[in-house]
């Protein structure tokens, strides 16, 4: 059930045009490892905490109260990081999948 409802939700993005600037894991992989650029950080922390905030409000994920948006990202980039081959996929697929594993509705 979960898995439908994370598809779908994938979906709902890949046609919204919102999240269409950002349209690959790498380009996202890149605003959130450039630590010379505050922009580029801003920005993947207000992306990774807007597809965070779609989904919780879903109820296709369940964040503590507690976790900062900094740790959510974190949580993408390690994702990122361990699959460098799935970078040309869209990032809010990607962000999407990060945070249904990392964050599981018990």
């Known amino acids: 059930m979960r898995l439908v409802a994370l598809v779908a939700a994938a979906g709902l993005f890949g046609s919204t045009p919102v999240f269409a600037v950002l349209d690959s894991g790498k380009s996202l992989w890149d605003s959130c490892n450039d630590p010379n650029d505050t922009s580029k950080q801003s920005y993947c922390l ?3 905490a ?3 905030d779609v989904l919780a409000g879903m109820h296709i994920i369940c964040i503590g109260q507690h976790v900062s948006v900094r740790q959510i990202a974190d ?3 390690q994702y990122l990081r361990q699959h460098p081959g799935r970078r040309d996929m869209d990032a809010d697929d990607l962000t999407a999948t990060a945070l249904a594993l990392a964050f599981p509705c018990k």
Do not use: A, D, F, I
């Open 46 to 48: 207000g992306y990774v």
């Open 50 to 52: 807007g597809v965070s």
């Open 75 to 77: 949580v993408v980039v």
